[in-house]
């Protein structure tokens, strides 16, 4: 069998922000591993739509839960959910975001709230409530989407950088935590993705992965996967970009300077 596959069926994967990119990949390459699923995300419309794709390409089982995670309590509703269904959840992908490139002082209040209701207290929240579950059955897999710019707190990124290692470092030491009861996390630092998140076209999106900028986000799933089944606490999906983060961290400030005057026409 392959890593992390089961018997068609037999378990369930919860994944989060399942309707589009990243999040609609790892639901399919699950479903391709033989897990029953539960997606969630936002637009309803839009998930059922990749709900039923998915089922038709691999006759899995799938359960649509349309909310907004970016809302207080949307965790515990989310698992009152589950529990009401009867459903066991057996891996649960962190995967719901939001990308936010702007100056704080320009960056409405209510977005830094829900950022940060969605990236760090609904994921925090989730991994409590589900983890306690998994424990008690012996034992799970939790990933949780973090992100390359943990190590990139340039301007504009403030909000998004310091969300994201906010959730970097709390599974790796989440994850020490719950590893003797069976539990495993792991969290993913993925640099560009190849999706609509950035508010890239088509066209430059193929552009960026011809150049080796972007990754697919099939393969950001499926390298994310392949840690989790591994135990990895922590991983940058592509090795290449792993030898930037020395540059990132110690970037010189005329740079810096450079980067914010030419980027301002980016933010908003």
């Known amino acids: 069998m392959r890593r992390g596959e089961v018997a068609k069926g037999s378990r369930t994967a919860l994944v989060t922000g399942a309707s589009t990119g990243i999040g609609r990949c790892y639901a399919a390459q699950l479903a391709d591993l033989g897990y029953n699923l539960v997606v969630v995300s936002q ?25 907004d995670l970016a809302q207080v309590d949307a965790a515990e509703q989310l698992f009152a959910d ?14 719901a975001g939001m990308f936010s490139f702007c100056d704080i002082c320009n960056t409405p209040i209510e977005r830094i709230k829900r950022t940060i209701m969605l990236h760090d207290i609904t994921n925090t929240i989730l991994c409590r409530l589900f983890a306690d ?3 008690s059955r012996g034992g799970g ?18 909000l998004y950088s310091a969300s994201k290692a906010y959730l970097k470092s709390f599974s790796v030491a989440f994850s020490k935590e719950v590893r003797e009861k069976g539990v495993y996390v792991t969290a993913v630092c993925p640099a560009g993705i190849a999706t609509d998140l950035y508010g890239l076209t088509k066209k430059w999106q193929k552009i960026g992965i011809r150049l080796g900028a972007l990754m697919t986000p099939e393969s950001c ?48």
């Open 141 to 158: 897999r939790i990933l949780n989407m973090s992100s390359f710019s943990i190590w990139m707190p340039f301007p504009g990124l403030s």
């Open 43 to 67: 637009n309803e419309e839009v998930l059922r739509r990749t709900a039923d794709e998915i089922a038709a390409q691999y006759g899995t089982e799938i359960t649509v839960i349309a909310k």
């Open 82 to 95: 589950i529990k009401e269904r009867g459903m066991v959840v057996d891996v649960l992908i962190n995967n």
């Open 133 to 135: 579950d998994m424990a």
């Open 221 to 268: 799933a499926r390298r994310g996967l392949r840690a989790l089944w591994r135990g990895r606490r922590c991983v940058v999906p592509d090795w290449w970009n792993k030898l930037f983060i020395p540059f990132c961290l110690i970037m010189p400030s005329f740079m810096l300077r450079w980067l914010r005057n030419y980027t301002m026409q980016f933010q908003k």
